[in-house]
């Protein structure tokens, strides 16, 4: 298993950016499957998207299409979330996650989970 520690939260007015990243310790990170999840207070965990070990694919939550973007740096044990035109209905806390499966879809796939930040979106 490898520990995860997110970074990058804060505030910001609608129509601003954030980018969030995701240390991960250990040798074995670009063995994993990263996705990046967000949770609103009294809603269930949402899947926001997802990149393969490689980078060279990605998936994203409808809800996020478009605005967010997963990228990856294998040599610096680190994924990102680019966040561009957010919404108040992105307030949440943003965590990141690794999954040895080769795509993982749901919650149950991942096995590390990070501590997650805190993002704040004013109208």
């Known amino acids: 298993q490898v520990q995860l520690a997110e970074s990058g939260g804060g505030s910001v007015q609608a129509g601003g950016s954030l980018r969030l990243s995701c240390a991960a310790s250990?040798?074995?990170?670009?063995?994993?499957?990263m996705g990046w999840f967000r949770q609103a207070p009294g809603k269930e965990r949402e899947l926001l998207g997802g990149i393969t070990w490689d980078g060279g694919s990605t998936d994203y939550a409808d809800s996020v299409k478009g605005r967010f973007s997963i990228s990856r740096d294998n040599a610096n044990n680190t994924v990102y979330l680019q966040m561009n035109n957010l919404k108040p209905e992105d307030t949440a806390v943003y965590y990141c996650?690794?999954?040895?499966?080769?795509?993982?879809?749901?919650?149950?796939?991942?096995?590390?989970w990070g501590q997650g930040t805190q993002v704040t979106v004013s109208s």
């Open positions: 996650a690794a999954s040895r499966l080769r795509v993982a879809l749901k919650p149950t796939d991942f096995g590390s």
């Open positions: 250990g040798r074995t990170f670009w063995m994993y499957y």
